[in-house]
Structure formats: C-alpha cells, structure tokens
C-alpha cells in the first residue's frame, strides 16, 4: 500500500453526467467507480462524476489514447468520517495522511483499485486527485508500480500551491543541507532509508518531474519511464531528453533546483475545472 500525506484542495465536485446505480453494498457505481460514503458526508452521485472526470482528464495527460479502457475491476472509493475508520481500513502507516490508494496485481493482472479517503468539513475528500493519479498511473505499468520518484512527483502535480510550496521547501532545504539524495539513488528508491529521506523525496520527486516534464510533453515522461524500465536511466535519458546521462541529470536538475528557491513549481497541467 502506498500512504501519501495531502494537503489542502477544495474538490470542484463536477456535475458532468454519468449513469449511475446503485450497487449492493456501494452507495453508487459507474463503469470505472464503486461509491461508498457517509450519512452527512459528500454526496455519492457527484463523487462519482467527480472520480470519472478525473479519470478522463488524468488517463488524457499522462496516458495519451492509450489505456483507456474500462476498468475491471472497477476502482473502489470509500470515504471515511472519522480518522479512526479511515486508520482502521488503511493500517499502520498513515496518521499524517487523508487519502491512500491500493492497486494489487497477480501475474501482471491488477485484481484491486482502491482509494480510502479521510473527509472533513473543511479540506472536503481533497485528497483524490493525487491518489487517483497513481492508480490511473498503475494501468501503465508491469505489476501496476511505475517507479516510485515517478509515481508521487506526478501524483503531487494534483495537489494545490499550498502543497506543492511545502514540497519545494523540503527539497530546497534538502539540497542546502546536503541531505538531497543523490538522484541515481531517487531513481531507483522503492523503500525508505529512514523518516529524515521522506521528505526529501517528496521533494526531489516533484521537483524532478516538473524539471523533466518541462523539457517536453509531459506525456512522454511516462515513455521516459517505460524505457529506462527496459534499458535502464542512462540511454532513456539520451534517448527522450537528449540529456548525457544520470550524472548529467544530476548537474542540470541541480542548477533547476537551486535556481527555483522554495516557490512552488507552476503545475505542469490544470485539473481543476
Ligand atoms: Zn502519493
């Protein structure tokens, strides 16, 4: 399971039609999405067109035409009144947080998409955009895990200013300290060293996107990674960007980095209507 901290987004809940029904045990459920809400909590019905719209604009993005596909099984999104309903169902791990998302495979089949949401009078279930990004993310990629630098840098494109701002802090801090992972060691982090790289990749990880994402369409950062995946950093990135290499990488994001102080990167796509 992979837990994501979230900050503040006010949903734009979108009224766009979708056929909806309800479903045993869901509050409601389309092609894509199963609903499940509280009495007083965010209405079912615009959740629901919510969850579709995101789907279309992120597939759109990040995936192109491709994978476009409904999905089977469809995406499971529960919403939690409480933090210890929302704990309970997502396990140790995510104090800090307001969303986790849950893609499992079997011999390369994805068996489960779920999303777990924490609501609140104020912040609403804002964390769904960044976690719905991962699973969108997941159709793309073997096992559904694209790499994890990859997969939160631009699941954290969803995310509002605040959020992105306070990202950018950490990774500038992190880059002044000397606490900055080196980016050959980003690329290929799967778990944490220890609680001070968190927030450093966190960081790094959006900061890397944006950097790279900018160099061209943001699609082909997902192509980026698919061929690094075959043939490893070195030659995607001589390949997509043009760019000598890791240690390159390294010297160019860096000068990026610093040059970008602690303002948060301008979101490289609008997903908020
Ligand atoms: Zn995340």
Known sequence: MRTCYFGFLFLMLGLVAASTIKADGWDRQSDNFQIRTFRGGPSAVKLLARCEQLRSDLQQVWLGGDDRHDWSPRCQVIVHASKASYQTAIGRGGAQTSGSSLVQSVEGEIVLRRIDLLYSEERGASALPHELTHVVLADRFDNGRPPRWLDEGIATMADPTEKRTLHQRDCHAALRSGDALPVVQLLH???????????????????LVHFLGSQDEPIRLVEFAETAGHKGYDRALREIYQIDGVAELERRWRTYALRHGTQAPQALVSLVR
Do not use: N, R, W
């Open 189 to 207: 982090l799967d778990e944490f060293a220890s609680a001070k790289q968190v927030p450093a990749f966190y960081g790094q990880s959006l900061s």
